[in-house]
């Protein structure tokens, strides 16, 4: 996940533009990756997930695509909206079953500009 | 979140009390998890149960005491609450193999 210190970066969009939200991992032998999506004052929300043997999977209005030879995550989100500002954060898992444990990127800050 | 409850949802303590933070899931997945949320440092794992009885040493452990009677409930414990646990907690239950989902959170204040 991404380092990022006392700060998240930023990331604004125009409301109806496409958002580009990035993350690198690590682990090499991450084979299960997912999307979270924060709000202010709520819990983390799952929004789309991707398994090591797929390089793109899409949902509604987003698609999570995956590089890994680059170790590169990204969602994309489709015409953004004033309600899809949030904290986005990325999780990998190295083991799927019984020890799967995610690990967490820091997160980065959606701001969408009416 | 739907299906995980946590309460209190904020608490005011001070430092050297006992805090208990309370999980509930409606649902009967077997995996639960907590969690500290911090800036400058993510989600780290606490403590997490694989079944009713059932529980392990996650991450950042250290001043944390859990329990798993009921495959329902997962309680966090802060058996002596110092500042640095000042955060917000939340409780995760798992679906499948790896996907996880969130209750709304616990802030603690440590004062």
């Known amino acids: 996940g991404e380092s990022v210190g006392l700060h998240l970066p930023t990331l604004s969009v125009q409301e109806g533009d496409n958002s580009i939200i990035n993350c690198a991992y690590s682990?090499?032998?991450?084979?299960?990756f997912i999307w979270y999506k924060q709000e202010s004052g709520k819990g983390p929300q799952f929004i789309i997930d991707?398994?090591?043997?797929?390089d793109k999977r899409q949902g509604q209005r987003v698609t999570v695509l995956l590089n890994k030879t680059v170790k590169h995550l990204s969602l994309q989100i489709a015409a953004t909206q004033p309600g899809d500002s949030a904290v986005y954060f990325c999780?990998?898992?190295?083991?799927?079953?019984?020890?799967?444990?995610?690990?967490f990127g820091k997160g980065i800050t959606l701001s969408v500009r009416p | 979140d739907a299906g995980i409850t946590q309460s209190p949802r904020y608490k005011i303590t001070e430092t050297g009390r006992q805090v208990t933070l309370m999980c509930h899931q409606t649902?009967?997945?077997?995996?639960m998890f907590w969690y500290r949320q911090d800036l400058g440092h993510g989600l780290r794992l606490i403590y997490y149960?694989?079944?009713?009885?059932?529980?392990d040493k996650g991450e950042v452990p250290d001043g944390y005491v859990v329990s798993r009677s009921k495959t329902e409930n997962f309680p966090l414990t802060l058996e002596s609450a110092t500042r640095s646990q000042t955060s917000v907690y939340f409780c995760?239950?798992?679906?499948?193999?790896?996907?996880?989902?969130f209750g709304p959170g616990t802030r603690l204040l440590v004062l």
């Open positions: 649902w009967s997945h077997s995996y």
């Open positions: 995760a239950t798992r679906v499948g193999a790896e996907t996880q989902y």
């Open positions: 149960s694989a079944a009713a009885d059932i529980t």
């Open positions: 999780a990998e898992s190295e083991k799927t079953g019984a020890n799967s444990k995610l690990t």
């Open positions: 682990n090499s032998a991450s084979d299960y």
């Open positions: 991707i398994r090591s043997n797929m």
